[in-house]
């Protein structure tokens, strides 16, 4: 896909094992999160309603706004081997070229690269640009709503004075990442069993959140319902059991 200049496919599609990997390590999140102690800042995001999904484009659907400089600077990112080098320059990408065509490519390239490196509070900031975008793929709001839910969520304790708010954050980031998880559409380069794989990913980080939120809200039938579900869909997630235990 790089040698075709097609950097969509490239992130999208032929890197399908990276990006199971991250995958696996967001499940891990919430301990990792805890474990720094640190919580990222709360995302302020404003949710009337959930935002617009557009269908995938390919190549010939977008352009280099301003020319070879912008194609320069995106590979030059892209092909970094350095993750924390590579996770910087697309952020630098981002910020010069605001209307560029590769946005959504070049966040998801910082997001990948935040996941390998465990930076959760890398992850929260991308997630939030994500979400922000006027216009985005299924798979760049699903891959933020459901990061936001895996790393904010740890952080909403019972004495929390903003508990109220923060619930009714992650009680939307569950809705409408799992209405863009629904509407995925696999990759051309991605085989059917990733791309299941990766759906219960989403799907176990989803669920797991809404069954904290009903824990926090003191609902424990729910929890325990939302719980179990985060557990078919992933086994060897550590979190989900630890919240079943509490509940």
């Known amino acids: 896909a790089e040698s075709a200049g097609d950097p969509h496919g490239f992130f999208f599609g032929g890197v399908t094992m990276r990006f199971l990997v991250a995958f696996v390590i967001a499940t891990a999140l919430p301990l990792l999160s805890l474990a720094q102690n ?25 352009s280099w706004k301003h020319g070879e400089a912008e194609q320069n600077d995106f590979w030059a990112a892209v092909k970094t081997k350095d993750d924390r080098e590579g996770a ?8 010069k070229y605001p209307d560029s065509d590769y946005q959504e490519p070049a966040l998801f390239g910082e997001w990948t690269a935040y996941v ?15 979400l922000k975008l006027p216009k985005a793929e299924a798979m760049i709001r699903a891959a933020g709503f459901v990061t936001l839910s895996s790393v904010m969520s740890p952080h909403v304790r019972p004495d929390d004075p903003e508990k109220g708010r923060k619930l009714a ?22 085989t ?7 759906r219960q990913y989403e799907e176990n980080i989803l669920d797991r959140t809404a069954g904290f939120v009903a824990y926090m809200r003191q609902d424990y039938t729910l929890a325990d319902a939302k719980l179990e579900a985060a557990r078919n869909f992933n086994s060897q997630d550590a979190s989900t059991y630890l919240l079943l235990a509490v509940n």
């Open 192 to 198: 059917d069993d990733a791309f299941k794989k990766r």
């Open 88 to 95: 910087k320059l697309l952020s630098s990408f981002t910020e």
């Open 38 to 62: 640190i919580p990222p800042p709360w995302p302020q995001i404003p949710l009337p309603s959930c935002p617009a999904i557009i269908q995938p484009r390919d190549q010939a659907q977008r």
């Open 116 to 130: 390998i490196l465990a930076d959760v509070g890398g992850q929260a900031r991308v997630a939030e640009a994500m």
């Open 169 to 190: 954050d992650l009680d939307k980031w569950v809705r409408c990442g799992a209405e863009a998880s629904a509407a995925e559409v696999k990759p051309a380069n991605m």
